[in-house]
């Protein structure tokens, strides 16, 4: 069965700091994968999605990046932490027209 | 472009009152699919149904069942004798055939008080 696994669940880190979070799906092959966050108190918000290796598309330009360098692993960083960074990021992967959330990571900068 | 609005932000009910949540959405494509989500406070979303624009019956599963017209844009959650166990944030997300990324609306947080 497919899985997706996400880590840390929860993060703090100082304003100027890196970021590195981890994604990977388990039990399928090219899937698209998606990150989001969810500021406090509001919705989804697209980030980033990739359909395969080494593609990666930005929906908010911002501080933060994506890649993609294995088939199902979908990494998400920054160089340096703003503490407008804040908030729950979720990755998701999609099949046809199913879509699965990782457990996600609560980001504070402080 | 595309566009799903939950115009309620919050709601707070009595343990076994019904309670509906909108959606409402937007988009051009002829091919689309709808979904809700709930998100307790652990924070994982939880999937609860997807519908496709080509199927407007209406479904219904235990407490839950959506209301789905086309004619209206919209895709309405209501959930029957709701019980604490409902209380989280439910979210009404948009896609399109291509299965590229969600589009969700702000979410309604639902307090169900006992």
């Known amino acids: 069965s497919q899985t997706i696994h996400q880590w840390p669940a929860t993060l703090v880190q100082p304003v100027g700091s890196p970021l590195s979070l981890e994604c990977t799906v388990e039990?399928?092959?090219?899937?698209?994968l998606y990150w989001y966050r969810q500021a406090a108190g509001r919705g989804l918000q697209l980030l980033f999605y990739?359909?395969?290796?080494g593609q990666i598309s930005s929906e908010v330009p911002q501080n933060l990046s994506a890649s993609r360098p294995q088939d199902r692993q979908f990494i998400l960083s920054s160089k340096k932490l703003l503490l407008s960074d804040s908030g729950f990021y979720l990755c998701?992967?999609?099949w046809g027209y199913g879509y699965t959330f990782g457990s996600g990571t609560r980001l504070t900068v402080v | 472009a595309q566009k799903v609005t939950q115009a309620q932000t919050e709601i707070s009910v009595v343990e076994k009152e019904d309670v509906t949540l909108d959606c409402v959405y937007e988009?051009?494509?002829?091919?689309?699919?709808l979904f809700w989500y709930k998100q307790p406070p652990s924070g994982e979303l939880v999937f609860l149904i997807r519908?496709?624009?080509?199927?407007?019956q209406n479904e219904i599963s235990g407490r839950y069942s959506w209301n789905f017209q086309k004619s209206t844009s919209s895709f309405n959650f209501t959930i029957t004798a709701s019980q604490v166990v409902d209380s989280a944030v439910y979210f009404c997300?948009?896609?399109?055939?291509?299965?590229?990324?969600?589009?969700f609306g702000k979410g309604t947080t639902l307090s169900v008080s006992s």
């Open positions: 997300a948009l896609g399109n055939q291509a299965g590229t990324a969600l589009i």
């Open positions: 988009t051009r494509d002829t091919t689309y699919y």
């Open positions: 990739s359909v395969g290796i």
């Open positions: 519908r496709n624009s080509f199927d407007e």
């Open positions: 998701a992967w999609s």
């Open positions: 039990g399928t092959s090219n899937p698209n």
